[in-house]
Structure formats: structure tokens, C-alpha cells
């Protein structure tokens, strides 16, 4: 779904704009939430499973699966991190690939998407697609953080697309 969204950003005729950059802000929100959901209903899954099968099987304490139920919670973030992390490494290199077409290379991270990183190549400048880079490299970091996400969000997308 992100690789769509980029697709969408790279076709988008419009200069830049706060809208703009919040309506992208908001796409990568919605691919996060879906992520978080999927991670959670799987591990709930799962754990709800184990549950059943323990109760069936031994005389399992309150305390046990209070324990337990926060160690899957922590599972959960934990997962949704990596793959939050995952979608960052493919944003920048998304926009690497706008840098390698401008710089004339023949190689790219995500050649599937060449056609369209290329389009988006013509419509910036270098200054434009280095900004971006170092805006989404700021907010890698900046999640890595206590930072609340939501506005780092805000503030790293604003700054790489508006």
C-alpha cells in the first residue's frame, strides 16, 4: 500500500503544499494503524488460543495470564516497530531513488518503481529531494525516541513534502 501511495505522490500534479504533505501524512498513518491492527489480532489470536488450551489443561492463576497478556502487548509494539522501521527504510529509499535518477545512475533500490521515481526526479530539484532525505532520515530518528509519533509525523512530513 505504500508503494501505491508513492506512486500516487509521484503522478500528483500540484506543487507542494501543508494539504499536501498532511494528506500523505495521513496515507502513511493508515498503513501504520493497519499494520498495528493486523499485529495485534494475530497475536491476540494467538494468545486467546494458548489461554484456552491452558485452561483446559492445568489450573492457570490470574496473575499468570496478567503477566502473560502484558508480555503480548509487548510483543505487539515490539513487532509494529520493526515494521514501522521497515516502511521508513522503504521511504527513503524511495526518495534515494529519486536522488539516483537526478545524480543519472542505473542503479536503484526499488527498480520495480523506477518509471515512477523517475517521473517524480524530473518534477524536484536536488535540493528538494535532499531536503526530503534528511527530513526522513530526522524522523527515523526521531521515532526511535520517546517522541509522540503522531507529531513527529506531522512535523517530519510537513518539512520533506510541503
Known amino acids: 500500500r505504500l508503494a501505491s501511495m508513492l506512486v ?25 494503524d493497519e499494520i498495528h491492527d493486523r499485529i495485534e ?20 492463576s490470574g496473575h499468570w495470564l496478567d503477566d502473560r497478556e502484558k508480555e503480548m502487548l509487548a510483543a505487539v509494539e515490539a513487532r509494529y516497530l520493526q515494521e514501522r522501521e521497515s516502511l521508513m527504510e522503504l521511504l527513503l529509499s524511495w526518495v534515494g531513488d529519486v536522488l539516483r535518477h537526478q545524480a543519472g545512475s542505473d542503479r536503484f533500490d526499488l527498480p520495480e518503481f523506477s518509471a515512477a521515481t523517475r517521473e517524480l526526479a524530473q518534477r524536484w530539484d536536488a535540493a528538494t529531494a535532499n531536503r526530503c532525505v534528511r527530513e526522513l532520515r530526522r524522523l527515523g530518528a526521531n521515532l526511535r525516541t520517546n517522541a509522540q509519533e503522531g507529531l513527529a509525523l506531522d512535523s517530519a512530513f510537513i518539512a520533506a513534502f510541503a
Open 41 to 60: 489480532k494475530q497475536l491476540e489470536g494467538e494468545f486467546g488460543e494458548e489461554k484456552k488450551f491452558l485452561k483446559q489443561r492445568t489450573d492457570v
Open 8 to 32: 500516487a505522490l509521484s503522478k500528483r500534479s500540484r506543487p507542494a503544499s501543508v494539504p499536501g504533505a498532511l494528506a500523505i501524512r495521513r496515507e502513511f498513518s493508515d498503513i501504520l
